[in-house]
């Protein structure tokens, strides 16, 4: 059960020496013995599916851009390969805490990308409040370049493999991976548009990889120890671990890596420590995006495929816990304000249909919504779905949704009564962790900044 891949040390790597000591860089050297397309066969091999939320084959995408040899012009491409370092869903904060416990391991998955793929340019974009996380990468970058594994002639192989910083704005939008793109060339974090994949029209127009901080974490591993040895752990549908963010109504929130596969009442029971007061688990949200878990669900592997049947989705490991003390339709309104807020405006139904739907939680919040108010929501649910550049609106549409599917009588006691249950629920945006105490800080000004920045919500007329 405690089989680790990524958290294997308590104490942060302060320095490259003490990544060296540990074996640092020698996957690295074993990649340049391997051929670009040894490696990317390997990763291929082994099963590792992106950690930054949709689970695609990490190999496949590197195979894409790989075999990309022109860029949409037709003139030789000069490929760029992207860390999303953004970490904005809420409920999520591995990738933060895995750049405090050791940058190198990803500074080396990001050279072995490189290497592998053929890139030219190589850029984590990260945002400009993650000051900590900024000034250890920072360090880190530089500690490299100067022994050598980064920059001119890496390790002497002639192999040049510079590495850059983006600094991002503080936008949701910020992680998606077209307005990351936007972001880098020095525009607004706005969706590109749905046809424009990265791996074909990417940075200036080149081929692209964007990968998660974690995915690019975990590459050196498979390298070191092989493909092999990486299935051996967690699911045949997803090989490997997965650095699980608990927050909510546990005894003991935190951040826990377990092999895929795990059963998500373990990672509630045995590593949160049971609800608070033994209260019993009413629904669990993996973060914005995919449809609530109800209690009877809990028995589901935390493996993309098996989250997916159930129908719901691992996202980027983030899950939060409510028991029945707390209004699911307040937690849901939470996340529908966050998007709607986030929502960049430029596809109208995204923008108008989060904000309908934000105010018509908000009556029935307030005991002020009508059975016709429900009908809409759900109506504005199917509308929302697929109707924008981005998957933005399709989470609102789909998760919203599931709160009225699963806990129909809560809509009806709120239709009839409003919310019975006063208990405040923070938006589970988070700022920090204290390790030695377990407790997470959350964003609790998140609305009044968001508002005081300009950033608004479409209500209906
Ligand atoms: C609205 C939105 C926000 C996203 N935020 C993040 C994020 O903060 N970090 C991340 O790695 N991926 C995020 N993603 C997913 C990225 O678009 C992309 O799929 C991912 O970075 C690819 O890396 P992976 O294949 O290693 O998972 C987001 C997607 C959407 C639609
Ligand atoms: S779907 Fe929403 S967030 Fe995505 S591009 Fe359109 S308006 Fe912006």
């Known amino acids: 059960m405690d089989q680790k891949v990524l958290l294997t040390h308590e104490e942060p790597l302060k320095t490259l020496d003490d990544y060296l000591a540990r074996g640092g860089f020698q996957a690295l050297k074993k990649a340049f013995g391997m051929t670009p397309m040894g490696i990317i066969e390997e990763i291929k091999r082994s099963g590792l599916r992106g950690r930054g939320g949709a689970g695609f084959p990490t190999g496949i995408k590197w195979d894409g851009v790989y075999k990309k040899e022109v860029d949409t012009l037709g003139i030789p491409a000069r490929k760029c390969l992207v860390c999303n370092a953004s970490e904005g869903e809420p409920g999520t904060y591995k990738d933060r805490y895995l750049i405090k416990k050791n940058p190198y391991m990803l500074i080396e998955g990001m050279a072995i ?181 109800p209690e009877s669900k809990l028995d589901t592997p935390l493996d993309f495929g098996s989250m997916r049947k159930i129908p719901s989705g691992l996202g980027s490991g983030g899950f939060i816990v409510y028991d029945n003390t707390a209004c699911i339709l307040k937690a849901g309104l939470n996340f529908s304000r966050f998007l709607a807020i986030e929502s960049c405006g430029q596809c109208t139904s995204c923008k108008a249909g989060t904000g309908r739907i934000t105010r018509r939680l908000e009556l029935l919040e307030e005991g002020l919504a009508s059975q016709e108010d429900a009908l809409a929501i759900v109506d504005d649910c199917q509308h929302i779905k697929g109707s924008g550049r981005c998957f933005l609106c399709t989470e609102e549409g789909i998760e919203i949704n599931s709160i009225f599917y699963h806990f129909p009588d809560d809509v009806q006691e709120h239709i009839e009564y409003g919310c019975l249950k006063d208990r405040h629920l923070v938006m589970p945006k988070i700022k920090d962790f204290d390790e030695a105490t377990h407790t997470f800080v959350f964003d609790e000004a998140y609305y009044d900044r968001s508002f005081a920045e300009g950033r608004y919500i479409i209500y209906p007329a």
């Open 113 to 293: 990308a490189s290497y592998a793929i053929g890139t030219a340019r190589n850029i984590i974009c990260i945002k400009e409040i993650f000051k900590t996380e900024v000034a250890i990468l920072e360090r880190a970058i530089q500690e490299c370049a100067a022994a050598g594994y980064l920059g001119e002639n890496v390790m002497g192989t002639g192999r040049d493999i510079p590495l850059e910083i983006c600094l991002g704005p503080d936008s949701y939008l910020l992680g998606e991976d077209r307005a990351m793109l936007e972001v880098i060339e020095g525009k607004p974090a706005w969706p590109r548009a749905k046809g424009m994949i990265p791996v074909d029209y990417g940075l200036w127009g080149q081929p692209t990889v964007v990968n998660n901080v974690e995915t690019l974490s975990t590459v050196p591993h498979i390298i070191q120890r092989g493909a092999d040895w990486f299935k051996s752990i967690g699911t045949a549908d997803t090989p490997g671990t997965m650095i699980f963010t608990l927050t909510g109504d546990v005894n003991r929130p935190g951040i826990y890596e377990l092999p895929m596969g795990t059963p998500l009442r373990t990672l509630i029971e045995v590593y949160g420590g049971e609800t608070r007061l033994d209260r019993n688990v009413k629904a669990v949200f993996s973060g914005p995006t995919n449809a609530v878990i």
